[in-house]
């Protein structure tokens, strides 16, 4: 029964953390991702979107089998300023009550940084730290580079990974391609020594994104790993009001016997490859809105598995319950999992509690309930 738990709904949400010693860099407009965002856009995860002079929130995220038994505990501190800015975020993750993890991040703080100017670019250069405990004489990941042309992020790049990003007249992302080399290892039986090489720059990936009317309309993405290449087609659909509507998915994957390294990932001649069967070729999403344009309900087939789901809002409206059925495969056979996810506010709106459950063999079970306690100045 422990293994219905990998398929509910994860509502651990996502902060805004960025590395101190990492740059931002931009990624694709996703709208099939547009319910599960949606889910968090209630002024849940960005405390700069709370309601009244927060000054301090602690978040704490409990994680239950069959609903009782407390199996892990993640603490979130995040700490204001009194522009209202975030400074610093401090998480503690504690496993059968015995800390695991920790991790601070001030968010004001910028990478140490050089900085270039060659002509109307910007390079800053973050120089790598040696982990003189890994025993090697040679820098493996090199300095990561961050190229800029009028203040957008055009290409990062390191000894491993190299990534360009292309933007259209509006300034938005519309294209990303991602090279990477690896670096190998080769062992010498005879005199025992090894031998460090790495390969060139190969394509790993390709994403593009298309727009029409302002409005996101096909999505493609490429990716290389192994012996497999795995291309992604989506479209996506509006209503009259540029509310998403519906979205398809269309996933093939090939075999790598054909590829040629010398041509980029998105003009093979893919209609040569031999294909993998899969039963998840197609995916599609559908939504509804209330009166007041809020998402009403949601359902999403990706092969055999779907996901249906309605939302009930409380008097202000604001999400209050979240109702899902969900259809899976568990160990070869089609099971049906009902879950519910239930959002409650304090006197200013802000999120008091967030508790998940879902329903097996009729008993109401809880899975994971995350509380949080605001502090003002």
């Known amino acids: 029964m422990k293994n219905y738990y990998i398929f509910l709904l994860s509502f651990c949400f996502a902060f805004a953390n960025v590395h101190a010693q990492e740059f931002p860099r931009p990624e694709l407009v996703s709208p099939e991702a547009t319910f599960y965002t949606y889910l968090d856009n209630e002024n849940i995860s960005d405390p700069t ?10 978040r704490t995220l409990r994680e239950y089998e069959q609903g009782s038994q407390l199996t892990s505990t993640q603490k979130t501190m995040q700490f204001l ?39 109307n670019r910007t390079l800053k250069i973050i120089k790598n730290e040696l982990n003189e405990d890994v025993g090697y004489e040679y820098d493996d ?6 190229v800029y042309e009028n ?30 080399s690896l670096l190998l290892e080769e062992f010498n039986e005879e005199n025992e020594s090894t031998t460090m090489w790495r390969s060139s720059f190969e394509d790993r990936g390709y994403e593009k994104v298309i727009y029409r009317n302002d409005l996101p309309i096909k999505k493609i993405i490429y990716y290389k790993y192994g012996e497999v290449i795995d291309v992604y087609k989506k479209t996506f659909t509006y209503t009259p009001d540029k509310r998403l509507e519906k979205f398809e998915t269309l996933y093939t994957r090939y075999l790598f016997d054909y590829y040629v390294d010398s041509i980029a990932i998105n003009k093979q001649d893919y209609k040569t490859f031999p294909t993998v069967e899969m039963n998840d070729s197609i995916q599609k999403g559908i939504f509804t809105y209330s009166p007041t344009k809020k998402i009403e309900a949601y359902q999403r087939t ?57 329903y097996l063999g009729g008993e109401k079970m809880l899975h994971k309930e995350t509380s949080f306690e605001i502090e003002y100045y």
């Open 49 to 58: 979107k709370y309601n009244g002079k927060v000054k301090k929130i602690t």
């Open 81 to 119: 300023n009194t522009d209202g800015e975030l400074e610093r975020t401090e998480t503690r993750t504690y496993v059968y009550g015995i800390e695991d993890t920790k991790e601070v991040i001030n968010h004001l703080e910028n990478p140490k940084a050089e900085v270039k100017k060659v002509g």
């Open 141 to 146: 990941k090199g300095d990561d580079v961050y």
């Open 151 to 180: 203040d957008l992020l055009t290409t990062f790049y390191n000894n491993n990974d190299s990534i360009s990003y292309q933007y259209d007249a509006k300034n938005r992302l519309v294209e990303v391609k991602t090279l990477e």
């Open 302 to 358: 990706k092969g055999k598995d779907r996901e249906e789901y309605t939302i009930i809002y409380d008097k202000n409206d604001r999400m209050h319950i979240v109702e899902g059925t969900l259809t899976f495969y568990q160990k070869g056979r089609l099971v049906t999992l009902p879950v519910e996810y239930e959002y409650l506010y304090d006197d200013k709106g802000n999120p008091k509690n967030i508790n998940s459950y879902y």
